[in-house]
């Protein structure tokens, strides 16, 4: 079936660093893809999105890259903060459906 | 500010029991999900609706049923729970479009003992 993953589980980085979350997807249908962030005990709140015809998008302190040649999706994140410590998960959208992969934790060491 | 509700946040319930975890949203969104989520551990799709009377099955086998009768409501039902249905659910909505991202709600915590 389809499915979305992550590379790492777990992500440990400094304060003030920049952090790379990695996905890799399986559906090259695939038009539309969503990096979550869900803290615990809450829902996933969106961070930022891209469209299969794009490459990269850039957002407050965040971009997405996109290779459909490897079928990989990656988050970046400049400045890493405490409060950026959470799960984050990548979406793709395929056929009406909204298939999540497996979540990175992130870290952040003061 | 996402508008997308569920209720209750938590619940413990014996097993055997009816339950209904409601769901609802005030975007106008036609699309609306239910995924399950244990502890740490990735989103699965239950079901998923594109709009009113729509239903379909999720990737991953669920015993509960949803309906949607209103655009706006999306409610999950178990007729009979059981201790294998203790997670978290969590119930989304987004628009039509292609760049329409899906907002959640907090999800709702189900303990069956």
């Known amino acids: 079936g389809e499915s979305v993953g992550l590379h790492l589980p777990t992500l440990s980085v400094q304060e003030g660093d920049n952090s790379i979350i990695n996905c890799a997807y399986s559906n090259s249908a695939s038009d539309y893809f969503i990096w979550y962030k869900q803290e615990s005990g809450k829902g996933p709140q969106f961070i930022i999105d891209?469209?299969?015809?794009?490459d990269k998008r850039q957002g407050q302190r965040v971009t997405v890259l996109l290779n459909k040649t490897v079928k990989h999706l990656s988050l970046q994140i400049a400045a890493t903060q405490p409060g950026d410590s959470a799960v984050y998960f990548c979406a793709e959208r395929t056929g009406g459906k909204l298939i999540f992969g497996q979540g990175t934790t992130l870290q952040v060491k003061p | 500010e996402a508008d997308i509700y569920q209720t209750p946040r938590y619940l413990v319930i014996g097993t055997g029991k009816k339950i209904t975890l409601e769901c609802s949203q005030t975007m106008g969104h036609d699309k609306m999900y239910w995924y399950q989520q244990d502890p740490g551990m990735e989103l699965h799709l239950i079901h998923y609706s594109y709009g009113v009377n729509s239903t379909e099955k999720g990737d991953l086998s669920s015993e509960s049923t949803v309906s949607r009768i209103r655009t706006e409501h999306f409610p999950l039902t178990l007729e009979s729970a059981r201790p294998s249905h203790t997670s978290q659910y969590l119930c989304a909505s987004s628009g039509y479009s292609i760049g329409s991202e899906a907002f959640f709600g907090q999800g709702t915590r189900l303990t069956v003992v």
């Open positions: 891209i469209r299969s015809n794009m």
